[in-house]
């Protein structure tokens, strides 16, 4: 059957016209529309919440996969119910959809549109979804005035050709019912599946918390029953050194992270408390982490000081589990009498530094602001960090700007995406890059007045990626791309990132280094050298 039903979706998608691709200018494109035709023959728009929560992840082969929920209704045992189903379309490397109709992963009544689910991409280019849904509810199902309240986790892999490679229905544990959270980690060939569970009548509550499955490329569980992970919500994977990965979560002590083998051994012996403030939010991943490149973390997130103050702390977390920013972190503002919040952050293991971005509600002003760090915890700005925008409440009317995120480019540069809000949903998204010495080098404004939810972004040496639900119906309704090369450009040359990709790997090798002032060093010096590689180039670095 699903053989079939991939087939059907290939046939179809080879006979259909390539109805979308990269933008080629300023202008998103839509791949997965919102309008309608109404029984009148008139377009109407399908509203807010048919298209929402996109999720996107980028393949080995520079593929990417979109994921998203739609709200809606199906008939169970006679029944009218609502259902919110999730959908995956697959976008070659010119943004052109490969499946005519998205797949719609799971048709059984969900939670909500809002329940977290997960997108991961496994290392053959297949995709990972994780969802939870009331599928053992549904035999039952009689009464449209009563929602189903017990939901299932689970997961599925579906290839590149559209095959459901773990079943229709996935992996499912039944025996956990009462789960909205979920989420996936691919690490090496094994995916990490996790979910939270709130206990049922008959259980106590130490049946509540977060579970962890590990499952082969075959879809088979590692462990005979999943494993309990501890009380918290938080729970977030970051890979380590040697197969190993960090888990993140966090205690009425603060801030934690533990470094897990495969088989959930604990590597440092002990967990790691990173910082003794705790998340002060509604957020389910809140701890903004990314990995140092060298088997370590680099963390952000909101600590809360009181209802209408908060402050970024930071930490930088090396793979032995010591702290380079101290036992209790550092504030990215470094005062605490502001309103800070949104954290995001971005490491640099080329230049070992961090970039982390937020939002900062001060006295008559709100700001998008930076502060970078070096690895060690030496703030590289000024204290107080780098402005990148900032309103007044005299122009503002009360709004100001919707935080995304940052991301690292090779030689020390980096990306920042916000939002710039005029209105209640009218806004424009703005990118910019910064060279190493925080001068802007990009400035571009994406849109007028578009009503922008769920903006999720890629940060790539050769592009930037954006991936959002649009609910303007004069704009470009549904899930909308984006892409733009750092220096402003449209089109990427995929031909020369394969021809420098297929290069031997020694030919990237050092071999001599320079002054810039041209004098040749034995070993490369303190500060800027140039590098002149085995394949004839010369590049900067920083040492």
């Known amino acids: 059957m ?89 976008l070659d490397r010119d943004g052109v959809p490969q499946f005519s109709e998205p797949i719609m992963v799971n048709d059984h009544i969900t939670p909500s ?3 977290k689910y997960g997108l991961c991409v496994a290392p053959d280019g297949s995709a990972i979804v994780t969802v939870s849904d009331a599928r053992l509810e549904e035999s039952s199902y009689t009464n449209p005035d009563n929602s ?14 559209g095959n459901f490679l773990w079943g229709l229905d996935g992996v499912e ?53 999943p494993r309990k992970m501890g009380s918290s919500l938080r729970g977030q994977i970051l890979p380590s050194l040697n197969g190993d990965f960090l888990y993140f979560d966090d205690t009425p002590d603060g801030a934690r992270v533990h470094r897990f083998d495969r088989d ?34 680099c963390v952000a997130f909101q600590r809360f000081m009181g209802q209408f103050s908060h402050n970024i702390r930071v930490q930088h977390i090396n793979e032995d589990g010591s702290l380079g920013f101290g036992l209790s972190g550092l504030d990215a503002y470094n005062a605490e009498e502001y309103d800070h919040a949104y954290p995001s952050i971005a490491a640099n293991p080329e230049t070992q530094e961090i970039v982390v971005q937020y939002a900062s509600q001060l006295a008559g002003a ?62 424009s998204i703005m990118i910019r890059v910064y060279d190493k010495d925080g001068n802007r080098t990009l400035n571009r404004t994406i849109g007028r007045e578009l009503n922008v939810s769920d903006l999720q972004y890629v940060v790539e040496p050769e592009a930037i990626y954006l991936f959002y639900r649009e609910g303007n119906s004069a704009k470009n309704p549904g899930i909308n791309i984006f892409r733009i090369t750092p220096d402003g450009k449209y089109d990427v040359d995929y031909d020369a990132i394969d021809a420098i990709s297929t290069l031997p790997a020694d ?37």
């Open 366 to 427: 709100g700001e998008v602001r930076h502060q970078k760090f070096s690895f060690d915890g030496d703030y590289l700005y000024d204290e107080k960090g780098m402005t990148v925008a900032s309103k007044s409440d005299a122009t503002s009317n009360g709004y100001y700007f919707g935080l995304t995120g940052v991301g690292a480019l090779p030689g020390g540069s980096w990306v920042a995406i916000y939002r710039d809000l005029a209105a209640w949903g009218k806004e």
């Open 2 to 90: 699903k053989k079939l039903y991939s087939l059907l979706l290939l046939a179809l998608a080879a006979v259909a016209p390539a109805h979308a691709q990269w933008n080629t200018n300023a202008t998103p494109v839509c791949i997965y529309s919102t309008t309608y035709v109404d029984d009148n023959g008139q377009t109407k728009q399908g509203g807010d919440y048919y298209a929402c929560s996109p999720l996107v992840a980028r393949t080995p082969d520079k593929k990417t996969w979109i994921s998203w929920k739609t709200w809606g209704h199906k008939m169970v045992n006679g029944v009218r119910a609502s259902a919110v189903r999730t959908y995956l379309q697959l």
């Open 507 to 543: 030919s990237q090798a050092p071999t001599q280094y320079y002054t810039l002032d041209g004098k040749q060093l034995a070993q490369p010096q303190h500060g800027l050298n140039l590098v002149r590689r085995a394949d004839g180039t010369v590049v900067k670095q920083l040492r």
């Open 148 to 161: 189903p309240q017990f939901f299932t986790p689970a997961i599925y892999k579906i290839d590149q050709e």
């Open 173 to 225: 544990f039944t025996q956990f019912i009462n789960s909205g959270y979920t989420n996936a980690y691919v690490l090496g060939d094994d995916t990490y599946f996790l979910f939270f569970s709130q206990a049922d009548a008959d259980q106590d509550d130490s049946a509540t918390g977060m579970y962890m499955m590990r499952i082969d490329g075959d879809g088979v569980p590692a462990w005979s029953e």
């Open 264 to 297: 959930l051994n604990e590597v440092w012996g002990d967990p790691v408390i990173y910082d003794e403030y705790a998340y002060g939010g509604y957020e389910m991943n809140h701890y903004r982490i990314v990995s140092d490149g060298n088997g370590g973390a």
């Open 113 to 115: 549109w809002w329940s």
